[in-house]
């Protein structure tokens, strides 16, 4: 459904992302942003996904500043090789990859009103992109790793937020949900039966009932805020 298009930030630094475009007039506009795992199969299906519900569905290579063309699977080797990328990029100078993410949706934002949904790493980089990135009108982090952190929960998103966390993620302690969501009464929080990652049916965390309901509550949320 979708085409690897070529973006360009505002410091001249340009970079692939993926874009699935809707079958008729498009709604909005939804960016998408990885995990660790690159611009993979399953966040193209994520972004097709989207864009069959009607939106412009824009992925961005959120890895593109410190390596090029990464696709990674789910092994423990994967695993590895992405938190050392993902780790590279967070060393950058601010902005950092925030500015790609503007890019994207500078980019998407032809179609109408944006939306920013996120995996793990992209839960956090969705969560930092509420507060600081200009053009958004609604936020859907999804198991935000760091993101309930006391640094992080300090940030104050421009826009209406959707969160998702499961309750048996050992990367998010539930204490620090508990947390976040006392510091933050305006965003709107769901826990599921579940553990880290499980969106993702390629993973073995995988929820398909967790992963249903949390659509269905994103797609709601952004059919109020987008279009």
């Given amino acids: 459904m979708g085409q690897f298009i070529d973006l360009t930030a505002r410091d001249g630094f340009t970079f692939p992302a993926y874009v699935a475009e809707p079958a008729g007039q498009p709604k909005g506009a939804v960016v998408v942003v990885q995990e660790i795992f690159g611009v993979n199969s399953h966040i193209r299906a994520v972004a097709d996904g989207y864009a069959a519900s009607g939106y412009l569905a824009v992925a961005p290579a959120t890895f593109h500043r410190v390596k090029q063309g990464v696709e990674l699977g789910y092994t423990e080797d994967d695993m590895k090789a992405g938190f050392a990328l993902k780790t590279a990029v967070e060393a950058l100078p601010p902005p950092g990859v925030l500015q790609d993410i503007q890019a994207a949706v500078d980019y998407a934002g032809k179609a109408g009103k944006v939306g920013i949904v ?19 009108s609604a936020a859907a982090p999804y198991y935000g790793g760091g993101m309930t952190t006391p640094e992080e929960s300090a940030l104050q998103p421009k826009v209406p937020v959707l969160v998702h966390f499961g309750n048996n993620d050992h990367w998010i302690p539930m204490p620090t949900v508990d947390a976040f969501r006392a510091a933050h009464p305006e965003v709107e929080v769901h826990v599921y039966e579940c553990g880290h990652g499980f969106n993702c049916d390629q993973r073995g965390s995988y929820n398909a009932v967790a992963a249903k309901l ?3 509550r994103t797609l709601a949320f952004f059919a109020q805020h987008v279009g």
């Fill in 214 to 216: 949390a659509l269905e």
């Fill in 118 to 136: 996120g995996y793990c790493w992209g839960g956090l980089l969705t969560w930092r992109a509420a507060a600081v990135v200009s053009g958004l």
